[in-house]
């Protein structure tokens, strides 16, 4: 006979689990510590002969081989990584504060990163705290500092001050960038938006990445059918951390004041069909341009009851050279301009009606 779960079983079980897990942590987290803490010594060591006795580059070499020969099964006792360590002890000089700050949470590759790539105290510091808050791997800690994660986070205009109240409102400008690197994608300027949507997709690791932490893809041209009307969002994701629908438009060109109205619109039908009101944060929409003049931006954002903000993104500084200067720009349009008056004027109003409506793709 088969003996029967008992009551609750499931959830003890559950519970019992965390617990493991956490202490499972915590033991990581204290070990971590302690051998960042007996780097921190042997480089505070090393500073100190150097200094008070003028060692050199060969004991320290001979120091790396004794250490390795008394202690043959444990990892970090090479030349290079005693450098390192030296580097720690002077980067930040008082133990105590490598147990108190971020710093002291991270992996022993992690800090190398942040000796190699940063000469900033405030800025090691910074990167530090947004790392033990994250989780990141190391290869998304190199990426946020090479990219100058520190001058672009929470940067990108926009009227959420406005449009959301206030907690949630700084919340939402935690989502966003200026500018975004995209040079992951390895595309020129003259790719279409399509093609760019589609690059992003294919690349979707990295393009959350980017992102940053929480992002879910939910999807690409994403259909709304609105009173018979078909309309497309670019890119749709959800953020896991606070809640929210996240609408991404796209375009390959410098930013106009109707590009806020579309994704506005876009926001709204998002909020309205999928958004959950008891459950979910309000959706905002963040528009990723090519250029941008930031004053048109602040404008434009002014006249606009939906949250939105604007950022621009970068590719390669080869591809960045390749867009043409503002100067081109206007000088194509006025010969265009006189050719068509020697033509004959289009018929304008229909134009400006068609490029003032929302985009909607069949």
């Known amino acids: ?9 499931a959830s003890t079980l559950e519970d019992l689990k965390k617990h493991v897990h956490g202490a499972r942590l915590r033991a990581q987290r204290a070990t971590n510590n302690e051998l960042l803490q007996l780097w921190w010594t ?22 790396a081989e004794d250490l390795r020969a008394e202690f043959p099964t444990m990892k970090g006792f090479s030349r290079a990584n005693l450098f390192y360590m030296r580097r720690f002890a002077e980067a930040w000089p008082d133990l105590t504060a490598i147990v108190q700050r971020p710093v002291g949470l991270l992996p022993w590759g992690h800090v190398i990163e942040l000796l190699d790539k940063l000469d900033s105290p405030e800025q090691r510091d910074w990167y530090a705290a947004k790392d033990a808050h994250h989780g990141w791997s190391r290869a998304v800690l190199a990426h946020q500092i090479t990219t100058r994660l520190h001058e672009r986070d929470a940067a990108a205009p926009s009227n959420f001050a406005g449009t959301l109240e206030q907690r949630d409102s700084d919340q939402a ?6 500018p975004y690197a995209l040079q992951f994608l390895a595309v020129d300027s003259s790719v279409s938006e399509r093609e760019l949507e589609q690059r992003l997709v294919d690349r979707i690791l990295e393009t959350m990445r980017e992102l940053g932490q929480g992002f879910a893809f939910v999807g690409r041209q994403v259909h709304f059918d609105v009173d018979g009307d078909d309309f497309f969002v670019d890119l749709l994701f959800f953020h896991v951390e606070q809640l929210r629908y996240v609408v991404i438009e796209l375009k390959t060109t410098t930013f106009d004041p109707r590009d806020a109205g579309q994704l506005g619109f876009y926001v709204a039908v998002v909020d309205d069909r999928l958004r959950h009101p008891h459950k979910h944060q309000p959706t905002v929409g963040i528009l990723l341009v090519a250029d941008k003049n930031d004053t048109v931006v602040r404008y434009a954002l002014a006249s606009s009851n939906q949250p ?3 950022s621009r993104y970068e590719l390669t500084a080869e591809m960045q050279d390749a867009l043409p200067d503002e100067t081109a720009i206007t000088r ?13 004027m289009p018929d304008t109003e229909s134009d400006d009606q068609e ?3 929302p985009r909607a793709s069949a």
Do not use: C, H, N
């Open 1 to 9: 006979m088969t003996e029967m779960e008992p009551a609750e079983y």
């Open 42 to 63: 042997i480089g505070r060591t090393i500073l100190t002969r150097q200094t008070e006795q003028g060692w050199g580059t060969k004991i320290i070499t001979r120091l």
């Open 173 to 178: 400008q935690e989502l966003t960038k200026d």
């Open 308 to 310: 939105v903000a604007v």
């Open 332 to 344: 194509a349009f006025a010969d265009e301009l006189d050719r068509s008056s020697d033509r004959g």
């Open 355 to 357: 490029a003032q409506s």
